[in-house]
Structures are given as structure tokens and as C-alpha cells.
């Protein structure tokens, strides 16, 4: 595809489940960054991958929430035991990106996760 | 601690006219700045970007500038569409950490009315 593509695009789960969130990100692209979105806001960092490399994992709220791109390709997000308060659009975003240059990020249209 | 603001969350604008979106930021090394554009169940879309080199970059009906004494950069649509009408974000990153992971305001309601 064009762009970058997240799935599912609507997750609701009860409190205390796992979910994964999926992010095929443009191919080739090398940098790959994972936002949480809560209502109102904007945007907050959580992770940062270059290729295979998590070189960035300083915004995670907490030791729940672990993503990985074990192929420096497609990256999951995943959330154990989710409480309410990880309800919030899951942004995916790639670029190319290295370290030394600037490029643009190119943003996918979000998992939206409800936690009941 | 938020370190990109946009204090004002809505704008409207008649068809037309200018459009001038604010941010200010606190963080000193932040040295490229970019605006996004979000249209509702859609991920943010990239409209236009400033290094801290520069005071100003036009593209077509958008401009940005940037301040760097005042920690404040806007972004000015002339004239204004109603397709314009979004929520617009604006994003600054300090390119001397690894990643450039973009650190963003609360955005800004734009509605262009006829």
C-alpha cells in the first residue's frame, strides 16, 4: 500500500485484557514511532525503532505496554491487562529517517481502544 | 509537562480571509518544527515544516514563522477554503536526539465557513 496502515482500526476490550495493535509502516521506510492520542490532546510519544532496533522506549506509561519490530518491518504494540485509563487513538508513524537527517513522518489513520 | 502550546483550541475564519494559528513552546533545543493537519478518523497529515535556521517557509497558501526569541511559531492560511476546516497540530523535535520522535500541542479547531 501507499501508506501506512494500522489494524484493527476499533478495538474495545474488557479491563485485564491483552491487545495487540498492528502497524505496517511504508515500505522501506526505516524509522518507525508509536503515539498515544487521548481525547483532546495531542499526540504523546511512546517508542521509537530504527529497523530491527527499539532505540527509544521512554515514553511507555508503564512495564504494560511492550511493541517490537522483529524484522525491521511491520511493528506491534501490545497492552497487558488494559485499564481504562489506556483508552486513547494508538498512532503508528514511519519515515525515512536516519540518524544525521531530518524527514517527515508519515502517520497512519490509528487504533482506536476502548478499555470498558 | 507540555512543552509544545497551542492556548487556543478553536478558530473561525470566513472563506477568504487569513487564517493564523499559534504555538509557543518552552523547550530550547527543539530546532525543526512542523504543522500537521487531522481531519476526524484520519492520522495526522504533514503540512508544512521550519528548521530553526530559518525564520520562514512558504508553501502555496501556507506560510510558517518562526520566532525563536519568543518561542513562537504560527502558521498562516491565505486565503482561507472551506476544506481547510481541521484540527491543526503543531510538532517540534530536537534533532540531536536519536529518532527526532516529535513532541506535540493540543491542536487547534479550524472552521472555514462560507
Known amino acids: 500500500g501507499a501508506g501506512v496502515s494500522q489494524s484493527p482500526r476499533y478495538k474495545v476490550a474488557k479491563r485485564g485484557q491483552d491487545v495487540a495493535l498492528r502497524c505496517d509502516p511504508i515500505?522501506?521506510?526505516?524509522?518507525l514511532f508509536w503515539y498515544q492520542q487521548a481525547l483532546g490532546q495531542g499526540p504523546e510519544f511512546l517508542t521509537y525503532?530504527?529497523?530491527?532496533?527499539?532505540?527509544?522506549k521512554s515514553g511507555l506509561p508503564s512495564d504494560r505496554f511492550f511493541a517490537e519490530r522483529p524484522e525491521g518491518s511491520v511493528s506491534t504494540l501490545k497492552i497487558q491487562r488494559t485499564q481504562q485509563e489506556d483508552s486513547a487513538v494508538y498512532l503508528c508513524?514511519?519515515?525515512?529517517?536516519?540518524?544525521?537527517?531530518?524527514?517527515?513522518?508519515?502517520f497512519g489513520p490509528g487504533t482506536r481502544l476502548t478499555v470498558l | 509537562d507540555q512543552q509544545v502550546k497551542q492556548n487556543s483550541p478553536s478558530l473561525s475564519v470566513q472563506e477568504g480571509r487569513i487564517s493564523i494559528l499559534n504555538c509557543d513552546y518552552t523547550?530550547?533545543?527543539?530546532?525543526?518544527f512542523l504543522w500537521y493537519k487531522k481531519y476526524p478518523a484520519e492520522g495526522p497529515t504533514f503540512l508544512i515544516s521550519?528548521?530553526?535556521?530559518?525564520d520562514k517557509n512558504e508553501d502555496g497558501r501556507f506560510t510558517v514563522f518562526l520566532n525563536k526569541s519568543a518561542k513562537h511559531l504560527s502558521l498562516h492560511i491565505v486565503p482561507s477554503q472551506p476544506g481547510d476546516s481541521a484540527v491543526y497540530f503543531c510538532?517540534?523535535?530536537?534533532?540531536?536526539?536519536?529518532?527526532?520522535?516529535?513532541?506535540f500541542g493540543k491542536g487547534t479547531s479550524l472552521l472555514v465557513t462560507p
Open positions: 521550519i528548521s530553526s535556521i530559518k
Open positions: 523547550n530550547s533545543m527543539f530546532d525543526y
Open positions: 510538532a517540534a523535535s530536537d534533532t540531536s536526539n536519536s529518532g527526532y520522535a516529535l513532541n
Open positions: 515500505s522501506g521506510h526505516v524509522s
Open positions: 508513524a514511519s519515515s525515512l529517517s536516519r540518524v544525521g537527517s531530518y524527514n517527515e513522518q508519515f
Open positions: 525503532f530504527q529497523n530491527e532496533a527499539q532505540l527509544d
